[in-house]
T-cell receptor, first 113, second 113 residues
Framework: GENVEQHPSTLSVQEGDSAVIKCTYS??????FPWYKQELGKRPQLIID?????GEKKDQRIAVTLNKTAKHFSLHITETQPEDSAVYFC????????????FGQGTTLQVKP | SQTIHQWPATLVQPVGSPLSLECTVE??????LYWYRQAAGRGLQLLFY??????ISSEVPQNLSASRPQDRQFILSSKKLLLSDSGFYLC????????????FGPGTRLTVL
């Protein structure tokens, strides 16, 4: 079945350093790849997404890259700040189908001041 | 603008009792709606999705059910709760533009004792 693998499960960086989270998906028909940030006890919030016709997308300090051939996509956070500390989830879907999101297992990012 | 509501926010129920969680969306028509469950410290598991009134698809066999009696209302139910039903229940909607973005409600934290 459809599956999304996410690594690492935990990531600790020093404030100001960069953080990279990687995901691999199994369904080659997936064409939409969002990233969510979830703070403790809160709902997941969409922070950035990418579609299969684009290789990279950037929004200030965060960027996402997609390699459709390898079925990999990654989240890059530069100049990390303590408020970036949260759990990050990647997901994959086919919006033109049911749109259901298949989530990775999550990465707990800790940014140390 | 669109908003999504869930209630109750928290719920403590005994094993074997019934359950009804409600989700409503405002500011959009004919959205796709989704129920996810998140166990403590874990990822998001898709339970049900609906592409229209009365149309429910189940992703995981279990003792839960879902209904969509109105266009913007999605209900999650159980006749008899199990301990393993404890978790954070999140409702999400996707607009009909087909772009794929899903937005989550504030969630219901359910504890089954």
């Amino acid at each position: 079945g459809e599956n999304v693998e996410q690594h690492p499960s935990t990531l600790s960086v020093q404030e100001g350093d960069s953080a990279v989270i990687k995901c691999t998906y199994s369904d080659s028909a997936s064409n939409y790849f969002p990233w969510y940030k979830q703070e403790l006890g809160k709902r997941p919030q969409l922070i950035i997404d990418i579609r299969s016709n684009v290789g990279e997308k950037k929004d200030q300090r965060i960027a996402v890259t997609l390699n459709k051939t390898a079925k990999h996509f990654s989240l890059h956070i530069t100049e990390t700040q303590p408020e970036d500390s949260a759990v990050y989830f990647c997901a994959a879907s086919r919006p033109s189908n049911t749109g259901k999101l298949i989530f990775g297992q999550g990465t707990t990012l800790q940014v140390k001041p | 603008s669109q908003t999504i509501h869930q209630w109750p926010a928290t719920l403590v129920q005994p094993v074997g009792s019934p359950l009804s969680l409600e989700c409503t969306v405002e500011g959009t028509s004919n959205p796709n709606l989704y129920w996810y469950r998140q166990a403590a410290g874990r990822g998001l598991q898709l339970l049900f999705y609906s592409v229209g009134i009365g149309q429910i698809s189940s992703e995981v066999p279990q003792n839960l059910s879902a209904s969509r009696p109105q266009d913007r209302q999605f209900i999650l139910s159980s006749k008899k709760l199990l301990l393993s039903d404890s978790g954070f229940y999140l409702c999400a909607w996707m607009g009909t533009s087909g772009a794929g973005e899903q937005f989550f409600g504030p969630g219901t934290r359910l504890t089954v004792l």
